[in-house]
């Protein structure tokens, strides 16, 4: 698709829904970094939010673009913000997550610039109190390096190819879609780069229910299903039924579980595996995945496990 040529070079995008609190003070730290940015822009999105959010946004309308959803339709709302983007870049937050400062969104444009072969830049995510928010998507390490994903509350990605690769997967709804587009990039050539200089806070840890049972193992079954060959996706799906099942059990969330578990399997995917060097890329998933190399951890007490 030919796009206009914009004087843009970053687009922030971030979604809420119902967390008017929250959107309130990200919304006011993108106001505050991006005061001497005159080539940033703002997309917040609203996913049908019913505690006023959508009125709150709406009144900074003057110096930011408010896409309004007519149902939460998850990650699929942050699609509808993406291609309003106009920017060379998109950086991607949530609504409880904002860059530290403003040579994160400095940093971010440079590497881009600079970097033909780095599609996306992974962020260094950390809490409020500047503890890092250590997950198995990108290094556990304070290097800049090639990352096999990145977290979705703060990374930056060229948007032409987010575009190409069909931006999030809406069917996905929530968790694993980082997992889904981190693949998509990789067939598409590009690196992921993980700057921990780029640092974004992401002030709230997500409180257990049943979103993280049974997204999470629907969405990973999905992604196992249609990259690995067999015999290998027979026992990372086994291994994905137990892990499911185990935090089922840890969250009461049974139902859920055996919902996530029809989902998975009556859904219909089509077969495109993986080429070894690229499932070699994309190891770290297949331990997640990997009920051995879970318990193995577990054992030696080497880290802790982030579903």
Not at 16 to 31: A, D, I, P, V
Not at 178 to 202: D, F, N, Q, S, T
Not at 290 to 305: D, G, M, T, V
Request: with cysteine; charged share 25%.
């Amino acid at each position: 698709m030919n796009r206009i040529k914009s004087d843009i070079n970053l687009s922030v995008v971030f979604l809420n829904y119902n967390r008017l609190k929250e959107t309130r003070k990200t919304t006011l730290y993108l106001k505050e970094i991006l005061s001497n940015h005159k080539n940033v822009e703002v997309i917040a999105v609203d996913n049908a939010s019913t505690d006023k959010s959508q009125e709150f946004l709406k009144s900074q309308k003057d110096w930011l673009t408010v896409v309004e959803m007519q149902k939460n339709v998850g990650i699929a709302g942050l699609n509808e913000g993406f291609k309003k983007a106009s920017g060379e870049y998109i950086l991607v937050l949530d609504d409880d997550s904002h860059p530290y400062d403003e040579t994160t969104i400095d940093l971010i444009i440079n590497i881009l610039d600079e970097n033909a072969d780095v599609g996306v830049v992974a962020c260094q995510i950390e809490f409020s109190d500047g503890s890092p928010f250590r997950t198995w998507h990108i290094p556990g390490t304070d290097q800049a390096g090639e990352s096999m994903a990145f977290v979705g509350c703060g990374f930056a990605i060229r948007r032409n190819l987010f575009e190409s690769v069909g931006w999030f997967p809406e069917e996905f709804f929530l968790y694993q879609n980082e997992v889904e587009v981190a693949i998509r990039v990789a067939l598409k050539g590009y690196k992921i780069w993980y700057e921990p200089k780029c640092r974004v806070v992401h002030r709230e840890y997500p409180k257990r229910n049943w979103r993280q049972v049974y997204f999470p193992t629907r969405n990973s079954i999905w992604i196992i299903r249609r990259y690995f060959p067999y015999p290998v996706f027979l026992y990372l799906i086994a291994s994905r039924l137990f892990i499911g099942f185990v935090r089922a059990v840890q969250f009461r969330e049974l139902v859920w579980y055996f919902k996530a578990v029809k989902d998975a399997f009556t859904e219909k995917i089509e077969h495109d595996i993986l080429p070894l060097k690229i499932r070699n890329q994309f190891r770290t998933f297949k331990e997640q995945n990997s009920i051995a190399h879970q318990l193995k951890n577990r054992i030696l007490k080497k880290k802790k496990i982030l579903f």
